[in-house]
């Protein structure tokens, strides 16, 4: 045990847990972004409200949640102790830094862009997942006729005090299926209403294209991961997944909220 | 002498390690393009002493760019603009007439500078005591090429080995790690047989005691690669990472 602390404790070590817990929210973006793909479905946002109920109530996708909140804080602490060193290793500065000479501008400012991302979580769970958990969210009906399940019709309800419950089940004597759910789709149309909710998402998506432009392949290395067969894929997927493609996709669903609505 | 250049020098002066440095600016006329960086301070230091006044202190030695002892941050790279030379294998006519050059030291606390531009560099020479050696029996001398070594590990090693330990690697970071450098020095004897028996004492040993002269954290810039008059690879780095943590996380009966 004593070795294992003294392990993480040297700057090798402490990089090592953010290297790791980079690479893992680095994953939970992926899965995120998958399932928020049910938002660009036409379907008065059953989908993605039914997705929602299953992420918050299924306990292994529960428990890797925990991991989760764990890891953003552990790479955010982490990051703090890391830099009072670094800022500890050099007091006095030089008057003149040609910093574009050897580096990327996003390896030199993983701090700045990193507090960016931390106020964007923060402000993103408590408009979304905090709501969920202890808003007085309103609720919806979608009844879908059994013989043509692309039919659907939503009902809102109106929120009266008495907690309703998830439920889903078959009406046979209408020939419907019916699905009572918290609607989070309705929060989040209402969330991406507001044109400088949509800017700040917009922005945000860059600046985390940035973090990951270094922080993807640099959380490998950190692992020591390095090699000349695998290091131009993990730079290729580093850049055009983590850092183009997936902020992008992310970027697109406040938009297509907005101009959908 | 036509073709020679005027310059305007802003270098950093500073007394001794406990005082306040500041930046002072300096004429350099008439200075020819087929100086070197270091003839040109030179010639800057003979006529401050003409007029009485304290030369510029800077550190050099074989002025060759082998020995690792010539430092300066000049325009805010270390070595200045040049790739893969050190400061005395600079030459002046990377500069053009009447530009302005900003000199300064190595920064980082566990350089401090000594005077001026010299700074004192002993932390490597300590991190290289806590285990940058292998240990070897007296005895007859062996025979050449008694241990095969393949050409790829050779030249790999070798690679590792041109560290001349100047501290451009630390200079050229932001967080001013000493990452490049502790291992290169790791690698040369890692890479290597001879390395072997020693091999995970010396990588916990060395991260130790780079850990206790206060550098900082490496986060993968890649500035100190780029910087580095030898090209040090940054693979060294990861060959480090992967050496600490086997020592640390896999192999217990190698734990210091």
């Known amino acids: 045990m004593g070795s294992l602390s003294k392990g993480f404790s040297s700057t090798l070590g402490k990089k090592l847990i953010m290297g790791l817990t980079g690479l893992f929210l680095s994953l939970f973006l992926v899965i995120h972004l998958i399932g928020n793909l049910q938002l660009f479905n036409d379907d008065g946002g059953k989908a993605f409200n039914e997705y929602s109920y299953f992420m918050t109530h299924f306990l292994p996708i529960k428990i890797v949640s925990y991991a989760l909140y764990l890891s953003i804080i552990l790479h955010a602490v982490y990051a703090v102790i890391i830099t009072m060193r670094n800022n500890k290793a050099r007091p006095v500065g030089y008057a003149q830094v040609n910093g574009a000479a050897n580096s990327t501008w996003s390896s030199r400012n993983m701090g700045i862009l990193g507090t960016v991302i931390l106020v964007f979580i923060v402000i993103h769970m408590k408009t979304f997942w905090a709501e969920y958990h202890w808003g007085g969210l309103p609720y919806v009906q979608y009844e879908m006729s059994l013989q043509n399940p692309e039919v659907v019709r939503v009902t809102q309800l109106p929120f009266d005090g008495n907690p309703l419950v998830h439920t889903k089940f078959v009406d046979v004597q209408n020939q419907t299926e019916v699905v009572v759910a918290k609607d989070l789709y309705f929060v989040v149309q209402q969330a991406f209403q507001q044109e400088w909710y949509v800017i700040l998402y917009v922005i945000s998506m860059i600046v985390l294209g940035f973090h990951l432009y270094h922080g993807f392949q640099s959380g490998f290395q950190t692992l020591g991961f390095d090699h000349v067969k695998y290091k131009p894929i993990i730079d290729f997927v580093g850049l055009w997944v983590f850092s183009i493609i997936i902020p992008a996709v992310f970027a697109l669903m406040p938009i297509y909220m907005y101009f959908a609505h | ?256």
């Open chain 2, 1 to 256: 002498m036509s073709g020679n250049m005027n310059l305007t020098l802003k270098v950093w002066r500073q007394k001794n390690a406990t005082e306040k440095g500041k930046f002072v600016t300096y004429k350099a006329d008439d200075i020819s393009p087929d100086m070197s960086f270091l003839e040109m301070l030179d010639v800057v230091n003979e006529r401050l002493v003409k007029k009485k006044e304290d030369p510029i202190h800077f550190d050099h030695d074989c002025r060759e760019g082998i020995c690792g002892m010539c430092s300066l941050y000049i325009n805010g790279r270390p070595h200045g603009p040049k790739r893969a030379i050190t400061t005395c294998q600079l030459h002046m006519r990377s500069f053009h007439d009447g530009e302005t050059i900003t000199i300064e030291p190595w920064r980082a606390t566990a350089f401090p500078v000594i005077k001026d531009l010299a700074v004192d560099r002993s932390a490597f020479d300590r991190i290289q005591q806590a285990g940058g050696y292998v240990s070897v029996n007296t005895g007859g001398v062996p025979d050449a090429n008694e241990i095969a070594i393949p050409k790829v590990i050779a030249d790999e090693a070798f690679n590792s080995a041109t560290c001349i330990q100047c501290g451009a690697c630390v200079a050229a970071c932001k967080n001013a790690s000493a990452s490049l450098f502790v291992s290169a020095k790791i690698s040369q004897l890692a890479l290597l047989p001879q390395g072997q028996p020693e091999r995970y004492r010396r990588v916990q040993a060395m991260v130790a005691q780079m850990d206790e002269e206060g550098f900082g954290n490496c986060t993968n810039t890649g500035a100190c690669e780029i910087e580095c008059p030898k090209e040090i690879s940054l693979t060294n780095i990861n060959r480090m990472r992967r050496d600490f943590y086997n020592a640390k996380f896999f192999k217990e009966e190698e734990i210091n």
